[in-house]
């Protein structure tokens, strides 16, 4: 077990103090929160189309219509995420290599 005393990192910007903790991110490339925001812009499309009838009764047609562009815009974030992933893995790889 180690018992270090490692305090955290303070910043002092101004009259503010900010203590830093060290402490690794959990989803480092964004690929898993990129994925689940992405199935639920298309959950929610999904959700309202049984309601299309009323959606449009009321004027808003565009809360399905928001879904599928959340849904279409995940899409691409998704790829920008996995694209960006994999060119730290292998940059990764290179530096171990060398």
Do not use: K
């Amino acid at each position: 077990m180690d018992l270090r005393d490692d305090q955290p990192m303070q910043h002092e910007i101004g009259s503010r103090t900010f203590i830093v903790a060290d402490v690794e991110p959990l989803d480092v490339d964004g690929v898993r929160t990129v994925e689940v925001g992405t199935l639920a812009w298309l959950i929610g499309f999904v959700a309202l189309l049984p309601f299309y009838g009323r959606l449009q009764d009321d004027g808003h047609t565009w809360w399905l219509w928001t879904c599928l562009a959340g849904f279409g815009l995940g899409l691409f974030g998704l790829e920008y995420c996995r694209r960006r992933r994999n060119l730290r893995r292998e940059r990764a790889a290179g530096e171990a290599a060398d």
